[in-house]
């Protein structure tokens, strides 16, 4: 552990202990420098490590306090173990996977293990307005107009909501889909053949590794810090040392971490995947559900070749089990509509035309803010019932965004064992291991802050503290 | 050519060429013996055959008269030549396919060509009217309960239809899915691995041919002939040489022949399957669209061991563009459940929620009877126009069902060449060789009746009779 690092663990134990409480100022530089013998330059580095992991804020010209709400946080996630290259390997998850998601339905379960927000956060009477009236007012023809790429009227006002990011996206490119699913899956058929390899993330979005194994790829993993993201460097090495034929990473809150890429790692990350002519599938279904002041832009922003395929859904964002979905498929979008028009025909008509009649008329950005706020609330209240319920080597990254959070229990915890147990007391968690082609994190879980707070989660990660610390 | 099949060419001539008019009594059986030099039976079977072809009507005790409209008849279909059993091979077919396809779209080209019957032929304000009100009504959680295997309520009033065919189909096997489509493949996905054999029809529906060249397998053909379907000899042929691990056949109304099987040969399909044990899938999207008194059960029907796949759709017979189809799916129940879930997620909540409305309360039996009667008018105004139009050696087996007619041309023509000529001029026939792996039935195509009475759609046939006349 570097200097820095060791000295910001002292002060955050501080901080959490109480002995420097909430508002008050931290010592200055020259006293922290006397006191552990170090140089201004290490004490720098563990502000700004506090500043980041939530623990104080700077006043102008006053120095750093403690920041509100600060005792409640979680010791910072430590550094991920240096990841040695994997070599590609087929994958074989699928059956771990099904036995967690087939929980997911119990309705005596809490849903910390969900993979969705609560139905409860969407507008679904509005949405049945828009689905009715469009319906009503549907020309016959749109069953076959409407076919791949798809209605063109909701195509359009998909394309507005790139204007909104900034980007100037052709009509002709988007293709709708059955949900978000569909597309990455569909791009995935597009750019391999069986044996292939693809690079993915570690840990990695569960879904991915399944549509890899049933594709007959191979994968390569490359990890992801719950800080700041893809390692760009093992990814540089794994493009030079194996044909990688394609990359299918979440840039923003990526599932399961939460990290987002910083607007350089996604500039950098595009000019690499160009120098290789690699394509990027880029799973952004989580970008609206950001907690900062913009939505951060997707990699397809830097994207001049076409080589990024966007994929993105309103399932997690306004219309869950509507199943509607779209990619930004730059120069791979015939090959995409073909495919699609191949395995699924088209994407449900009706739907279609309701969310574009919704996207037209329905308020989505207000109702964006509503949920994101919403969201946001309930991380809070999430963090505060860690806090308060499980033991204190539970560590994880504040996310801003989305409903996840990552968790990182003490080492000697076994995941799929805390699962199983938890849904015989009526908890639902998802064991890190599903995450990883290689059942790696075994001592994390990943749990669900998207639905409104209730006695009912709350007594849950009651028992979830008392399943961790009988563990122990 | 038999004998009994000479005498029938022989006296089908003499009726469309007006020697023997509508309504005239044809010559005795006794007359026939000499003037022919054959036995009796040689002669019932040819009168069978002439009533098979329409040409003639048994009157009781009073024999053979020449039917109504026999003029108009074409020559019947000869019997196709013999088919070596062919070695299993990889499938090529795609882009043929897709260039086909892609013309569908254009609103000026007559859409003789369509795999759809017209929208106008269905219920839609009906159907609006339930997915409102379903909608409206939505429970907000039926997004997780609604997840594979799909709406409870909706699988209820899709087992209700298994009862009116006779079989007791459990709602626990019952699987909806984005369609027919997506059930087909779901089942191909979960009895094979790429390299795997699978045995089809020929002519096959194309979209078969795609699957199995999309999923890595191999395939061999089964003939199919227009008069009697599948040839189960080959069949078993096929069973005992190769290690054939699933089947994909249409049992009604098979796409593009129009040919039903009937119970005998079905029940003789499932008896040789379940000897072999191997899956069928059986695609039975036409069925609900025959002419005859009752629907041709399917092989489904027939299976005891849950071997069968019965794959199903509204596509053609009710919501056109919903996207909702389903699979009884026998053992491979839970396996395709997963798959579902894996690749697609779920099929639309409010889609699922409105069909279940309609089945329930919207008099789909009665929107049958009526779209079958709209159908049959519509194939005698499409054999009017046959013959009306085209010259005299086009020849097919009338369907009894459906909406396509799967027409053989003189051997010297080229569908392909005849499809791009027809594009030229506003029409859109779908040419032979895209239902053979092979490229076989290089002077056949299947044109569309599925589409109401219109100058266009007799301009589009003399024009068609104009082609083919010209390219003699």
Chains 1, 2 share one sequence.
């Not at 201004?40 to 920041?67: D, H, K, M, N, P």
């Not at 430590?78 to 998850?93: F, H, K, N, Q």
């Not at 076959?144 to 990011?165: F, N």
């Not at 539970?394 to 000697?412: E, N, S």
Request: glycine residues 6%; proline residues 9%; hydrophobic residues 45%.
């Amino acid at each position: 552990m570097k200097r820095y690092q060791a000295l910001a663990d002292t002060m955050a134990a501080e901080i959490r202990t109480g002995r420097l409480p909430v508002g008050a100022r931290l010592p200055s530089v020259r006293h922290l420098t006397t006191q552990y013998g170090v140089g201004q330059s290490t004490v720098f580095r563990a502000y700004y490590l506090l500043e980041e992991w939530g623990l104080i804020r700077a006043r102008e010209r006053s120095g750093y306090y403690v920041a509100p709400g600060a005792k409640l946080s979680m010791p910072p996630i430590p550094p991920m173990p240096p990841t040695p290259l994997a070599e590609p390997a087929p994958i074989d998850v699928s059956s771990l996977v099904f036995s967690v998601l087939d929980a997911v339905k119990r309705p005596d379960v809490a849903p910390l293990g969900s993979a969705f927000p609560s139905p409860a956060l969407f507008p679904l009477q509005r949405l049945a307005k828009s689905l009715a009236h469009a319906t009503r007012m549907l020309d016959p023809w749109s069953t076959v107009t409407d076919m791949p790429p798809g209605s063109e009227p909701l195509r359009r006002q998909i394309a507005l909501r790139y204007i909104g990011m900034g980007i100037a996206q052709p009509v002709e490119e988007l293709i709708v889909t059955n949900g978000a699913m569909e597309a990455l899956t569909l791009c995935l058929m597009a750019v391999t053949k069986p044996g292939d390899v693809v690079a993915i993330e570690s840990p990695c979005f569960y879904a991915a590794l399944q549509a890899i194994e049933h594709l007959g790829l191979r994968a390569v993993e490359i990890p992801v810090d719950p800080r700041d993201g893809l390692d760009l460097d093992v990814l540089a090495e794994a493009l030079d040392k194996h044909p990688v034929r394609a990359c299918w990473f979440m840039t923003n809150l990526q599932n399961p971490t939460g990290v987002t890429l910083s607007v350089e790692k996604k500039r950098a990350l595009v000019a690499l995947l160009a120098k290789h002519d690699v394509p990027l599938i880029e799973d952004d279904v989580y970008g609206e559900l950001h907690f900062a002041r913009e939505r951060p832009p997707p990699a397809k922003a830097f994207d001049t070749q076409g080589l990024v395929m966007h994929c993105a859904s309103l399932s997690k964002t306004l219309a869950p089990g509507y199943r509607l979905g779209w990619v930004a498929a730059g120069r791979f979008a015939d090959a995409i509509r073909r495919l699609k028009l191949m395995t699924s025909i088209s994407t449900s008509i009706p739907i279609q035309a309701g969310i574009a009649d919704y996207l037209e008329h329905g308020g989505f950005d207000k109702h964006l803010r509503k949920l994101r706020g919403a969201l946001l609330a309930q991380r809070d209240a999430m963090e505060h019932a860690i806090a308060r319920w499980l033991p204190p080597d539970v560590a994880f990254v504040r996310p801003d965004g989305g409903y996840f959070l990552w968790l990182q229990l003490a080492d000697h915890v076994d995941a799929m064992q805390l699962h199983r147990r938890g849904l015989e007391h009526g908890i639902n968690v998802t064991p890190g291991p599903i995450f990883s082609a290689r059942h790696a994190y075994g001592n994390y879980v990943r749990i669900n802050f998207g639905h409104p707070w209730s006695p009912q989660i709350e007594h849950a990660m009651k028992t979830l503290g008392e399943l961790l610390r009988a563990s122990a």
